[in-house]
């Protein structure tokens, strides 16, 4: 089954505390993007990714870090979380025809 | 700036009556637009896109959409509505110019009434 998983679902951490969220496809897709989820905002692109090693920023890449060390996964990093990004975060792979696939998405608090 | 707007946070419809979710675009050059529901915490799936052709593109469960250039409009319909259609619906463009970047309406919320 074509997926992508991300761990973990639900994270509350505190600030200044370095995480990561995995991020996993299984359909070979060379495009892949982080976003974040904040009512009335809809989804903005955090980072993306063209391929191994090759990765560019989003609209609202402030404090975060990818990494694509390998072209199934993606991991999107906080290396000092703050409140205010405090927020639900999809990982999503992208087809050749622009189509996105999306993980579950995980709900992140930092107090 | 390329742009996508969903000029409604919320729509209400009753079972059986058609369904339209609106979204109007701002690209240079010619749109890639999509078309995305989310049900309770779940992720985005797909549901339609428009690349180019005919300006009435089918979809997944039943959904279409209209693409009208003229009105940098990209408005999603059903027919008839179900209760399970009840969901968060987002509207998308790709940009342009970088293939990679895209941007997402601030969603609509559609609650279909039995």
């Known amino acids: 089954e074509a997926q992508v998983t991300q761990n973990p679902r639900y994270l509350i951490t505190v600030t200044g505390k370095k995480l990561t969220v995995t991020c996993s496809q299984n359909?070979?897709?060379?495009?892949m993007s982080w976003y974040r989820q904040d009512p009335g905002l809809g989804l903005r692109q955090i980072y993306y990714?063209?391929?191994?090693?090759?990765?560019d920023k989003g609209d609202v890449p402030e404090g975060y870090k990818v990494s694509r060390k390998e072209k199934r996964n993606f991991p999107l990093i906080l290396e000092s979380p703050s409140p205010n990004q405090t927020s639900l975060y999809f990982c999503?792979?992208?087809?050749?025809?622009?189509?996105?696939?999306f993980g579950p998405g995980t709900r992140l608090t930092v107090t | 700036a390329q742009s996508v707007a969903q000029p409604e946070d919320q729509v209400k419809v009753a079972e059986g009556n058609p369904l339209t979710v609106k979204c109007t675009y701002s690209?240079?050059?010619?749109?890639?637009l999509f078309w995305y529901v989310q049900y309770p915490n779940r992720g985005l799936q797909f549901l339609l896109k428009?690349?180019?052709?005919?300006?009435l593109v089918k979809g997944s469960y039943g959904f279409e959409a209209e693409f009208n250039k003229s009105q940098t409009s990209f408005h999603l319909k059903k027919p008839s509505a179900l209760v399970s259609d009840s969901a968060l619906y987002f509207c998308?463009?790709?940009?342009?110019?970088?293939?990679?970047?895209?941007?997402f309406g601030s969603g609509t919320k559609l609650n279909v009434k039995p």
């Open positions: 999503a792979s992208t087809t050749s025809s622009y189509e996105q696939y």
């Open positions: 359909m070979n897709h060379e495009y």
């Open positions: 990714s063209m391929n191994v090693e090759v990765t």
């Open positions: 690209v240079s050059g010619n749109p890639y």
């Open positions: 428009y690349i180019t052709g005919d300006n």
């Open positions: 998308a463009v790709r940009d342009s110019y970088n293939f990679n970047k895209f941007y």
